[in-house]
């Protein structure tokens, strides 16, 4: 079997004004994510590792912030196109295991839901994708509750192998 493996990381800047989106689902919060798009930092890190598992670039090749038609697009219509370009190259999503680094929210009680979301999204069985929420202990932009964060890794198998 043929495996490809991928890592992703985002970082965005929390601001009162904003909804805080988080695997395509809001979480409750003062603050949110800014951002080009909806700034969903675990989408964008879910798809440069995808991406990098297929050795295309990064989310701000295929996504530029610079390019209007993103701006305030749903993250979630930018990974239904990475999962897109996952099964025109023949592979199929192995294993996906995600941390979010936030100071706050809590998140424990939304990592169900944002889990099914992700996986009607790309439409994996559940088993596939693990996802784990972290503080920073207080520590720099993000224990200042000033950044959320998020690290993705992506195993990705050639399809029928």
Do not use: W
């Not at 530029?64 to 701006?71: A, G, I, R, V």
């Not at 996952?86 to 592979?91: A, E, F, L, P, Q």
């Amino acid at each position: 079997m043929q495996y490809r493996t991928g890592i992703g990381y985002d970082i965005h800047r929390l601001v009162i004004g904003r909804a805080l989106i988080l695997g395509g689902i809001e979480i409750p919060y003062n603050k949110g994510s800014l951002g080009h798009s909806d700034g969903d930092v675990l989408i964008h890190a879910l798809c440069d590792a995808l991406l990098g598992a297929l050795a295309l670039g990064d989310i701000g090749e295929h996504f530029p912030d610079t390019d209007p038609k993103y701006e305030g697009i749903a993250s979630s219509q930018l990974l239904k196109t990475v999962k897109g370009l996952i099964d025109s190259h023949g592979y199929k999503i192995n294993n996906l295991d995600v941390i979010v680094v936030t100071q706050a929210p809590t998140l424990t009680p939304f990592k169900d839901k944002i889990k099914q979301n992700l996986c009607v999204l790309m439409k994996i069985q559940e088993n596939i994708l693990n996802i784990k929420a972290k503080t920073n202990e207080g520590l720099g932009a993000i224990g200042n509750n000033e950044a959320i964060a998020c690290y993705a890794v992506a195993s990705l198998v050639k399809a029928g192998g």
